[in-house]
Structures are given as C-alpha cells and as structure tokens.
Nanobody, 124 residues
Framework: VQLQASGGGSVQAGASLRLSCAAS???????IAWFRQAPGKEREFVAA????????QYADSVKGRFTISRDNAENTVYIEMNSLKPEDTAVYYC???????????????????WGQGTQVTVSS
C-alpha cells in the first residue's frame, strides 16, 4: 500500500485548505485516516473514513470545521479544512488499514501504512 499526501501550504487564520491522499489500493475497502503532528507533540488523530461504510469520525478539535470524503473512482481521500486556526499547524499524514476494526480507528498504532506527510502552517 502506498499513500501520497498533498495539498498543504501556508495560510492565514480563517482560511481553507484541502488535502489529498492518493492510495494505491481501493479506498472503498480501506480505512483511510488523517493524523497530524505538531513540533514537540505526539501524532494525533484528526479524521477517518471507515472502510465499507459512510461512517466518518472526527477529533473534537476539528469537528464542524473539517470534512473527510473519498472518491473511490480515483482512490483518493480528501480532507477539507475550513476556518483554520494557528493550532491546526502541523504535518498532516494520511494512513491506511484494510483490517482495523472501528473501535481502533483513532489509534496511531492501528495503521500499517503511512504517507509522507504534508505541512500545514496557519498564521494568526
């Protein structure tokens, strides 16, 4: 499984960005998640699109501002990030798993495959 994350950049607070995660596998049968890691902090869950389901999950810190979606024809998962805040600044990673169960979707260690990360910087 190979994942290619893209779409990061530097924006002002309140702006929007859309990140893309292109997968080498069928996204319809793969759970794809976004995590982020700020300098000096642990990698944290952001959002996930669970396989075989329209069920999406979000971290409380991004709920209502970020939207995860998938284009199964393109095997790409997107995360639309609106109303960005300086605290959203981090390297964003997409991750994939074909086997994890729903209860583990927020756990870093549950994902075997990771993209290279894309930097998002939000200035005030």
């Amino acid at each position: 499984v190979q994942l290619q994350a893209s779409g990061g950049g530097s924006v002002q607070a309140g702006a929007s960005l859309r990140l893309s995660c292109a997968a080498s596998v069928r996204t319809s049968s793969t759970t794809i998640a976004w995590f982020r890691q700020a300098p000096g902090k642990e990698r944290e869950f952001v959002a996930a699109a669970f396989r075989w389901s329209s069920s999406n999950q979000y971290a409380d810190s991004v709920k209502g501002r970020f939207t995860i979606s998938r284009d199964n024809a393109e095997n790409t998962v997107y995360i639309e990030m609106n109303s960005l805040k300086p605290e959203d600044t981090a390297v964003y990673y997409c991750a994939a798993s074909t086997t994890l169960i729903l209860s583990r979707v927020r756990q870093v260690e549950a994902y075997a495959h990771w993209g290279q990360g894309t930097q998002v910087t939000v200035s005030s």
